[in-house]
């Protein structure tokens, strides 16, 4: 018998609803600053372990009395209400104190890339330059090897805009003898004894330069651990709760330019994410350990994984630098019970000889978002879990990081493959046609609708920042809605399956977004570019997607192996190596020349047939040596089938 509705209109029937507990949906949001929530929440737990980094733990009962140290110390520079810190830092301990901590007594913690994301220093520093300028940041708080990269080049023009201080934190302030000896052996087994090697030079290196830029710094640099030292005596205003206060920004990719776009999230809106995970039957226990692998830049790593493990009493094993080649041996190491990320990284579980005969047992919440995954690899994974001992399945969810990220959730008897479960509990989804944006109805009979899918809720980014409109809201029947440009289709029971992206935009293998139309308009400025389009391709090196450039010149004439080349290395200067508004990450990795592109039978541009034709070896590839904190260099390599392209 098909579902009754009071009305069609999805965002009005609520139908989903039906799966969650009648009493939770009566509890109200709480009304809290974030570290208020997350201690009342964990207070009686004090002696679990909240993280732990390289087998060193650090207790809940420990946390507090750090993240008070770090509001100690950011009072003691003067650091009050409002004022915006940008935060250049990875995944450690210290991070997480600094957040609590800045919100505690009213700040704003702005968390931008720490990776310097372009092979010229220069570029990665002007655009660290833009944002503070940007988002009316006063002080920057950095790791390090970030402030040698991206801060030190920009001293002169911070001392101009009345910048006094960089406070700056070694990512070996939290370790003890244990935890480097750890890192150290972590480091051999994940890189070999060379790696190892390469490492600790590396890191020798690192220190020397990081001293010498130090010792003429025309701004004063202070170390974040001696800051903590000296101001354990000071006193700081702790700030009460003050609805829907801002307390972070963080970011994504830009919708218009392929500049990273400040997101907005207050108080409100991040307690209200970890509050309705506790009625949507999320498996996030108290003391499960988490791999906390997503950065504090994205939502779903500060939201999602950060204050919501957090606030679950969960330990959260903190992954400075990662790499998915090594998600199996850091799943073999630390046994987690919950891991969240990009469907690839699990998809590649499957073939990792590192798990080949580990039993799995001990994991309970395996969830992926960022992108969809095909039916039957979804029954594949689910199927390597069983055979493994895992008692769960695979779970995934919908969202954005306007939404804190996750915002719809798949479990239990709506998680079927493929789709994307359905709204969380404090969410309210409705569908628009993607051209008109009219709303769209159940018909009499009519068991699925589809269309682009609109979200209203109480994680939704109010969009605005000092005045300026970053991310539109809509309004129907009197309901503020964004738009999400993710084409779907939803059943009678609300459960929602993903189709497309209107704008065709995919996740790379690290997570980072890539939205082809961007990079298409900026390319297609180059004057010898008559049709390009972007693409994903698996790469297996990185197991995972990257980029391709399938391109169409206006010039006739053949290309030989260096011309082409010559080409890309053009183009790669020009419109990513130089361009401070472009992240060297949205560089296609894979050059493809053809003489024209594949169409449809209706005449357009035939974009899965691109995508199905993959790697043929009539590619220049672009060698990119990164990491999740770092770009090295960049190779140019020519196609490796030797032959010329002639043009018609």
Not at 193 to 215: F, H, Q, S, Y
Not at 390 to 414: Q, R, V
Not at 490 to 509: N, P, Y
């Amino acid at each position: 018998m098909k579902e009754e509705l009071k009305t069609g209109y999805p965002h009005k029937d609520k139908m989903w609803l039906k799966y969650y507990d009648s009493e939770f949906l009566k509890r109200k949001n709480p009304s809290a600053g974030i570290y208020d929530y997350m201690k009342e929440k964990t207070k009686n737990i004090q002696d679990y372990t909240a993280l732990s980094y390289f087998g060193k733990k650090v207790l809940y009962g420990e946390l507090y009395e750090n993240i008070d140290f770090a509001s100690k110390a950011l009072t003691s520079l003067g650091i009050k209400k409002n004022d915006r810190i940008m935060y250049l830092m990875p995944n450690i301990p210290e991070t997480a104190y600094l957040m609590y901590g800045t919100t505690q007594i009213g700040a704003v913690a702005d968390y931008v890339d720490p990776r310097p994301d372009s092979v010229d220093l220069k570029i990665s520093a002007k655009k660290i330059l833009d944002l503070f300028v940007e988002e009316k940041s006063n002080y920057i708080i950095a790791l390090d090897q970030c402030y040698l990269a991206m801060i030190k080049p920009i001293e002169k023009e911070l001392k101009e805009l009345g910048i006094e201080n960089i406070v700056v934190v070694s990512a070996s302030d939290s370790m003890d003898l244990k935890a480097t000896a750890n890192y150290m052996l972590e480091t051999a087994n994940f890189e070999g004894l060379k790696g190892l090697r390469n490492k600790l030079a590396n890191m020798k290196k690192m220190d020397e330069l990081i001293k010498e830029a130090r010792k003429d710094s025309i701004i004063k640099v202070i170390d974040y651990r001696n800051l903590v030292r000296d101001s354990r005596y000071v006193k700081f205003e702790k700030m009460g709760y003050e609805p829907n206060k801002l307390d972070l920004i963080v970011h994504t990719s830009g919708t218009s330019s392929p500049k990273p776009k400040a997101i907005p999230l207050t108080n409100d809106n991040l307690n209200s994410y970890v509050h309705q995970t506790f009625g949507a039957n999320m498996v996030m226990n108290e003391g499960d350990k988490a791999l906390h692998m997503l950065p504090y830049f994205a939502a779903y790593g500060v939201v999602d994984v950060t204050h919501a493990g957090l606030c679950h009493g969960n330990n959260l094993i903190q992954i400075p630098e990662f790499s998915p080649v090594n998600l199996g041996k850091l799943i073999k190491k630390y046994k987690p019970q919950t891991i969240i990320g990009t469907p690839t990284w699990f998809l590649n579980l499957m073939k990792d000889k590192n798990i080949k005969n580990v039993d799995l047992e001990f994991l309970k919440m395996i969830t992926y978002g960022g992108d969809t995954m095909e039916y039957q690899d979804e029954i594949a994974v689910n199927e390597f879990l069983k055979a493994h001992n895992c008692n769960s399945k695979i779970t995934k969810g919908h969202g954005m990081s306007e939404t804190c990220g996750c915002a719809s959730f798949a479990i239990d008897d709506y998680n079927i493959p493929r789709t994307m479960g359905i709204p969380m509990p404090s969410m309210t989804y409705g569908i628009v046609d993607p051209e008109t944006k009219k709303l769209i109805k159940f018909e009499d009979g009519q068991d699925e609708i589809e269309g682009e899918l609109i979200i209203s809720g109480p994680t939704v980014t109010s969009g605005v920042l000092d005045g300026k409109i970053i991310v539109p809201h809509y309004e129907y029947d009197d309901m503020d809605f964004i738009l999400t440009r993710d084409i779907a289709k939803m059943s009678r029971d609300g459960i929602m399956e993903f189709l497309e992206r209107k704008d065709r935009s995919f996740t790379r293998f690290d997570g980072f977004k890539v939205k082809p139309h961007e990079l298409e308009n900026m390319l297609k400025q180059d004057p010898r570019i008559k049709y390009c389009v972007v693409s994903p391709y698996f790469d297996k090196e990185k197991m995972g997607n990257m980029s391709m450039a399938t391109i169409v010149l206006n010039s006739k004439e053949e290309l030989c192996d260096s011309e082409k080349c010559e080409i890309v290395n053009d183009i790669l200067n020009k419109y990513f190596i130089k361009n401070s508004n472009v992240s060297s990450r949205q560089i296609p990795t894979m050059f493809k020349f053809k003489d024209e592109l594949p169409q449809t039978k209706m005449a357009k541009i035939d974009y899965n047939a691109i995508i199905n034709e993959g790697i043929t070896g009539d590619e220049v590839e672009v060698v990119l040596e990164e990491t999740n904190i770092s770009i090295g260099d960049i190779q140019i390599l020519p196609p490796k089938n030797k032959k010329m392209i002639k043009k018609k």
